[in-house]
């Protein structure tokens, strides 16, 4: 009886697994992108950087809405060698930037030297979507 128990909570917790899962799953035309700025443009300091999304939508960190399971905030990771953990929250320090208000552009302070610079977007308890929507990583080159 007990044991019986146990397995119908396991099979409801993963159905709704399941339905979160699908519901944060961007289509597979989904796309993360700079705008303007591309792979080894030299700038000056601040540098403007504008992001750039289709098929998918953008939304503050935190929102209850439905358009949650359709949209996510960004994220730009700077000078990263590799990606963080996609299946936990994305590390939020001077290297990981959160656009917790939905925030389109950034205008950043680099030293001067090479810098790489990648998208990634998060829903909203800052985790990546499944499949993660994550740009092509730039490197630039600030005066
Ligand atoms: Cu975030």
Do not use: C
């Not at 396991?10 to 993360?32: C, K, N």
């Amino acid at each position: 009886m007990y044991k019986q128990f146990s397995i119908g909570i396991l099979s409801v917790s993963l159905i709704f697994s399941a339905i979160a899962g699908f519901a944060h799953t961007p289509p597979d035309e989904a796309r993360v992108f700079f705008v303007e700025l591309k792979d080894g443009d030299t700038v000056k300091s601040p540098v403007k950087i504008r992001f750039g999304i289709e098929g998918f939508g953008i939304t503050p960190a935190g929102t209850t809405d439905k358009i949650r399971h359709q949209a996510g905030h960004y994220h730009l990771l700077v000078n990263q060698d590799t990606l963080p953990d996609l299946d936990n929250p994305i590390p939020r320090d001077a290297y990981h930037i959160h656009f917790d208000q939905g925030e389109t552009e950034a205008h950043l302070s680099l030293p001067p030297g090479r810098h790489t610079l990648q998208l990634l977007l998060g829903d909203e308890d800052h985790e990546p979507h499944d499949p993660p929507l994550i740009s092509q990583k730039i490197t630039i080159w600030v005066e």
